[in-house]
């Protein structure tokens, strides 16, 4: 029997949802922040380093280096593999319904497109919304490969990607090892105009700047995207091999994940965020962007140990399901937190809200992202106590169905 679209098209109800997911997703949205507090406070997206006064002292030294070490290109690839996996799972139950799958998943995608392009032309340049949409759409055409042949261009493209950087950062390692110009940047004119516009108290000023600086970020975006690719068919492949949904079956390959990907990706990044601190200190530029460009390679491998590692816990440890509630109530609403995390933090510190650049070390940014992730968690809590979703999930899946969806929840009657 044939269903009708505006039937059965409907998003996935409250106990069609995989609590590990939205927990991994509440503590990835820490991780982003946590990385992200550095363009926040430093007011230019483009600016990849902290400058070198910022790190005049020891345990600033030590905050940056253990950002750098754990958190630096391990989150945005978990983000990217929630997209694929979530992609993976509401696409397979869309068709489970008889409903025409890749025309709800398209539109779901074209909002996602629009919040991410008015998020990075009007609030913070940072957005990886628009990235994350582009990858999904390519994932239209890839989500009826096996697994097996997705798990064969996971390989290929880490590759492909893996020599490309690695070749990049050996040439930079080489130029600076011939006493190249220490002082390398390629965005330094742009950056220092960013900060002097967002410094201002005009957000119009500053709005000016961040249409050419939003255009930019396409530039720096190149490094980035094949990793977010990868990590989205990584995803796509757990959807499809069932693994989240069926945690106790697959916790030997979690294992495995978490033991190869947890010491390797650690050692490896360590080793990274040794040499990119030593280099900023030192002032060279050149050095510190070659070691930068190996975070990129290395990044998702701790980010693999982290899910891996995470998956097992949540299979093995029973108790980590009421611990971490309150986390996964902040990951059901991660569009919202997101981009509230722009607004709160671009009032923080642009011109135009309170100016607090300059003021905040790295070690305040640290507490300060853990303050704003901790309220974020109590009110998602609070939100859901009422509301089945997140203000912008409500959005999003308003506009995807094309009916308005009912928001609050409802009353239990007492007959």
Request: glycine share 10%; aromatic share 16%; with cysteine.
């Given at each position: 029997?044939?269903?009708s679209?505006?039937?059965?098209a409907?998003?996935v109800?409250?106990?069609?949802r995989i609590?590990v997911l939205?927990a991994?997703?509440?503590i990835?949205?820490?991780?982003i922040?946590m990385?992200?507090?550095?363009?926040?406070k430093g007011?230019s997206t483009l600016?990849?380093?902290?400058?070198?006064?910022?790190l005049a002292?020891?345990?600033?030294?030590y905050?940056?280096w253990?950002i750098q070490?754990?958190f630096?290109?391990?989150f945005?690839p978990?983000?990217?593999?929630?997209?694929?996996?979530?992609f993976?799972?509401q696409?397979g139950r869309?068709?489970?319904?008889g409903t025409?799958?890749?025309?709800?998943?398209?539109?779901?995608?074209l909002?996602?497109l629009?919040i991410g392009?008015?998020?990075?032309?009007?609030l913070w340049?940072g957005?990886v919304?628009?990235?994350?949409?582009?990858?999904?759409?390519?994932?239209l055409l890839l989500?009826?490969?096996?697994?097996?042949?997705?798990?064969?261009?996971?390989?290929?493209?880490?590759?492909a990607h893996a020599?490309?950087c690695?070749?990049?950062?050996?040439?930079s390692?080489w130029w600076?090892?011939?006493g190249?110009?220490g002082?390398?940047?390629?965005?330094?004119?742009?950056?220092?105009?960013g900060?002097q516009?967002y410094a201002?108290?005009?957000y119009?000023?500053?709005?000016q700047f961040r249409?050419r600086?939003?255009?930019?970020m396409?530039?720096n975006?190149?490094f980035?995207?094949p990793?977010?690719l990868?990590?989205?068919?990584?995803?796509?492949y757990?959807?499809?091999?069932g693994i989240?949904e069926?945690?106790?079956?697959h916790?030997?390959?979690?294992?495995?994940?978490?033991?190869?990907?947890?010491?390797?990706g650690?050692a490896?990044n360590?080793?990274?965020?040794?040499?990119?601190?030593?280099?900023?200190?030192?002032?060279?530029?050149?050095?510190?962007y070659?070691?930068?460009?190996l975070s990129i390679?290395f990044?998702?491998?701790l980010?693999?140990?982290?899910?891996?590692a995470f998956?097992?816990?949540?299979?093995?440890?029973?108790?980590l399901?009421?611990?971490?509630?309150?986390?996964a109530?902040?990951g059901?609403?991660?569009l919202?937190?997101?981009?509230?995390?722009s607004?709160?933090?671009?009032l923080l510190?642009?011109g135009?809200?309170?100016?607090l650049?300059d003021?905040?070390s790295i070690v305040q940014?640290?507490v300060?992202?853990?303050?704003?992730?901790?309220?974020q968690?109590v009110?998602?809590?609070?939100w859901?106590?009422?509301?089945q979703?997140?203000?912008?999930?409500?959005?999003?899946?308003?506009l995807?169905?094309?009916?308005?969806?009912?928001?609050?929840?409802?009353r239990?009657?007492v007959?």
């Open positions: 029997m044939a269903y679209y505006e039937y059965d409907r998003p109800g409250e106990g069609e609590e939205d991994l997703r509440g990835a949205l820490l991780g922040l990385v992200n507090m550095a363009a926040f007011l600016e990849q380093f902290p400058r070198v006064e910022s002292q020891p345990v600033n030294q905050a940056y253990f070490a754990f630096q290109t391990k945005y978990i983000f990217a593999f929630l997209f694929g996996l979530g993976a799972l696409i869309l068709r489970a319904r025409p799958a890749t025309k709800i998943m398209l539109r779901r995608l909002v996602l629009l392009a008015l998020h990075g032309l009007f340049t957005d919304l628009l990235l994350y949409a582009l990858c999904g759409m390519l994932l989500d009826r490969l096996s697994a097996s042949v997705v798990l064969y261009l996971v390989l290929g493209l880490w590759g020599f490309c690695l070749g990049f950062a050996g040439m390692f600076a090892s011939q190249a110009d002082g390398f940047d390629p965005f330094t004119v742009y950056v220092e105009q900060r516009a201002q108290s005009s119009w000023v500053a709005q249409f600086e939003w255009a930019l396409f530039i975006a190149v980035f995207v990793n977010a990868m990590m989205f068919l990584v995803g796509l757990f959807g499809k091999r989240f069926r945690l106790s079956e916790r030997g390959l979690l294992a495995l994940l978490a033991i190869v990907g947890l010491p390797l650690m490896l360590i080793w990274y965020a040794t040499g990119l601190s030593n280099s900023l200190r030192a002032g060279d530029e050149l050095l510190a070659a070691w930068y460009t390679v990044g998702p491998i980010a693999i140990g982290y899910i891996g998956g097992w816990l949540w299979a093995t440890v029973g108790a399901r009421s611990v971490l509630a309150p986390v109530a902040a059901r609403m991660a919202t937190n997101y981009l509230t995390q607004v709160v933090c671009t510190f642009y135009y809200g309170l100016g650049h003021r905040v940014g640290v300060l992202t853990v303050l704003i992730w901790g309220v968690v009110l998602s809590t609070l859901l106590r009422q509301f979703y997140g203000p912008m999930e409500w959005l999003w899946r308003s995807t169905y094309g009916r308005r969806m009912a928001l609050r929840r409802a239990e009657t007959s």
